[in-house]
């Protein structure tokens, strides 16, 4: 079945090459087909396009159809060519007349724009899930890690003290920064594209404000050639945020298989947390966090990939959008994959407290010395010239002590406000609103 059927038959090498996997991708969007579906009912009753009695079959239908995909019993029938054929193929057989009513003033682009967008939103969800919980455990490891001093590095050489304090919140606080540019995709994610048809909109009474407050969408794509503009910019925006928390994560795999190594000795993975060697009996790698490094460079790909696929074409829609999903849906599952492991591996890392009294970090001390004299009152090129002479002929004797007391620095973390940073950003997310607003669309006939 297609929605576009016209009595003729399209060959089979064609339909292959043009459905791709338009089938298996599609089963993502089949809870929100039926959402936007009961939605889009709803609102053409209201306007008196379908009968009470025909919204109430139709209801009933969809409820039913979505009790399948809740419990796995839902798929796409052969010959079936999407989602959207195949609940309006179930609706028809269902209901007869009354199922084939529900695409009545409705496109399968703008039905596919309102599944993504409601995919999306959900996939977002789970991603702020996930990022917090990643949060969470990088600020507990610089609380629990916080007098555990470590060596810091510039240019890859021995620079200043830092700690395992440091090192933890650093990462936590990027999350919250990377969870501001995903808060800024969500406010484009949440428009909702219903009742803009092919994109040129419908001469049909429709209320789009209606199935906007329905579905739970903060607002609409007010103009209907905009809303078929934001196919590729929708997913455009979120592969931005998705590549933000990817250079995080990268970063911060770098440095485990950095700090994990034997040369560092920062911080140890546990045995069976690691992999071995075919032929080296000794080896312990860190596997995991070299395939996150590699899976996160991927998803910093991820932008230009959608922009080269969608950023040429005219307005309009156009069959390259289909490839999308192919893209954007495998790197959501990699990305939520990558931030479940990382909290994992982390909460059993185990840190080196002595990592920085190896002799080879005596000069990193260089700084609080020069500073110590500065205190005392001499000149600061005159303190740090001075120092220098002494490391060069051999004289100098650091002292081990670190007294950073300025917010943000060893001795005064400010854990409190980074947590409060990322909260704020956090509490802005308005989860609750489309998810109330999809219990009132499946709870029993409301029509």
């Given at each position: 079945?297609?929605?576009?059927?016209?009595?003729?038959?399209?060959?089979?090498?064609?339909?292959?090459?043009?459905?791709?996997?338009?089938?298996?991708?599609?089963?993502?969007?089949?809870?929100?087909?039926?959402?936007g579906s009961l939605a889009?009912?709803?609102?053409?009753?209201?306007?008196?396009?379908?009968?009470?009695?025909?919204?109430?079959?139709?209801?009933?239908?969809?409820?039913?159809?979505?009790?399948?995909?809740?419990?796995?019993?839902?798929?796409?029938?052969?010959?079936?060519?999407?989602?959207?054929?195949?609940?309006?193929?179930?609706?028809?057989?269902?209901?007869?007349?009354?199922?084939?009513?529900?695409?009545?003033?409705?496109?399968?682009?703008?039905?596919?724009?309102?599944?993504?967008?409601?995919?999306?939103?959900?996939?977002?969800?789970?991603?702020?899930?996930?990022?917090?919980?990643?949060?969470?455990?990088?600020?507990?490891?610089?609380?629990?890690?916080?007098?555990?001093?470590?060596?810091?590095?510039?240019?890859?050489?021995?620079?200043?003290?830092?700690?395992?304090?440091?090192?933890?919140?650093?990462?936590?606080?990027?999350?919250?920064?990377?969870?501001?540019?995903?808060?800024?995709a969500y406010g484009i994610?949440?428009?909702?594209?219903?009742?803009?048809?092919?994109?040129?909109?419908?001469?049909?009474?429709?209320?789009?404000?209606?199935?906007?407050?329905?579905?739970?969408?903060?607002?609409?794509?007010?103009?209907?050639?905009?809303?078929?503009?934001?196919?590729?910019?929708?997913?455009?925006?979120?592969?931005?945020?998705?590549?933000?928390?990817?250079?995080?994560?990268?970063?911060?795999?770098?440095?485990?298989?950095?700090?994990?190594?034997?040369?560092?000795?920062?911080?140890?993975?546990?045995?069976?947390?690691?992999?071995?060697?075919?032929?080296?009996?000794?080896?312990?790698?860190?596997?995991?966090?070299?395939l996150m490094r590699g899976?996160?460079?991927?998803?910093?790909?991820?932008?230009?990939?959608?922009?080269?696929?969608?950023?040429?074409?005219?307005?309009?829609?156009?069959?390259?959008?289909?490839?999308?999903?192919?893209?954007?849906?495998?790197?959501?599952?990699?990305?939520?994959?990558?931030?479940?492991?990382?909290?994992?591996?982390?909460?059993?890392?185990?840190?080196?407290?002595?990592?920085?009294?190896?002799?080879?970090?005596?000069?990193?001390?260089?700084?609080?010395?020069?500073?110590?004299?500065?205190?005392?009152?001499?000149?600061?090129?005159?303190?740090?010239?001075?120092?220098?002479?002494?490391?060069?002929?051999?004289?100098?004797?650091?002292?081990?002590?670190?007294?950073?007391?300025?917010?943000?620095?060893?001795?005064?973390?400010?854990?409190?406000?980074?947590?409060?940073?990322?909260?704020?950003?956090?509490?802005?997310?308005?989860?609750?609103?489309?998810?109330?607003?999809?219990?009132?669309?499946?709870?029993?006939?409301?029509?």
């Amino acid at each position: 079945m297609k929605l576009w059927d016209k009595g003729f038959t399209v060959e089979n090498k064609i339909e292959s090459y043009t459905v791709g996997k338009d089938r298996e991708l599609d089963i993502y969007l089949a809870p929100y087909d039926v959402l936007g579906s009961l939605a889009h009912a709803t609102m053409l009753e209201s306007v008196g396009l379908i009968t009470k009695e025909e919204l109430h079959q139709l209801k009933q239908g969809l409820q039913s159809i979505y009790q399948q995909i809740q419990e796995g019993k839902f798929s796409i029938q052969e010959g079936v060519e999407d989602v959207h054929s195949q609940v309006e193929l179930q609706l028809t057989q269902q209901l007869g007349d009354a199922g084939k009513r529900v695409h009545t003033a409705r496109s399968r682009n703008d039905q596919v724009l309102v599944d993504l967008k409601m995919y999306l939103r959900a996939e977002v969800k789970e991603l702020v899930g996930l990022v917090e919980e990643l949060f969470d455990t990088l600020l507990q490891g610089a609380e629990q890690h916080k007098e555990v001093l470590i060596p810091g590095y510039t240019h890859l050489q021995a620079a200043m003290p830092s700690s395992f304090g440091l090192w933890f919140s650093a990462y936590a606080e990027l999350l919250a920064d990377d969870l501001r540019l995903l808060h800024a995709a969500y406010g484009i994610i949440n428009q909702n594209p219903l009742g803009s048809g092919a994109g040129y909109g419908s001469s049909l009474p429709i209320n789009r404000t209606l199935t906007t407050k329905l579905l739970g969408f903060d607002s609409m794509h007010v103009n209907v050639v905009n809303a078929q503009l934001s196919r590729g910019k929708t997913e455009l925006s979120l592969a931005f945020a998705m590549a933000g928390i990817s250079h995080t994560l990268s970063k911060l795999a770098m440095d485990v298989c950095l700090y994990n190594s034997q040369n560092f000795g920062f911080l140890a993975l546990p045995d069976e947390l690691t992999t071995g060697s075919s032929i080296m009996p000794h080896k312990k790698n860190p596997d995991v966090f070299e395939l996150m490094r590699g899976k996160s460079n991927r998803q910093m790909a991820l932008p230009n990939e959608i922009m080269m696929l969608s950023g040429s074409m005219p307005s309009g829609y156009h069959r390259d959008f289909q490839l999308l999903k192919e893209i954007l849906f495998p790197a959501l599952e990699e990305l939520k994959s990558s931030l479940s492991i990382c909290s994992y591996m982390l909460q059993r890392a185990k840190v080196n407290p002595d990592a920085i009294k190896d002799e080879k970090y005596k000069y990193i001390y260089s700084v609080e010395e020069v500073n110590k004299r500065v205190m005392a009152g001499v000149p600061f090129r005159q303190a740090y010239k001075e120092v220098g002479t002494a490391i060069s002929e051999g004289t100098y004797q650091p002292e081990l002590q670190v007294q950073h007391t300025h917010e943000g620095s060893i001795g005064n973390l400010q854990l409190d406000l980074i947590r409060q940073k990322f909260r704020n950003v956090q509490q802005q997310f308005s989860f609750q609103q489309w998810e109330e607003a999809f219990e009132r669309l499946l709870s029993a006939d409301n029509g």
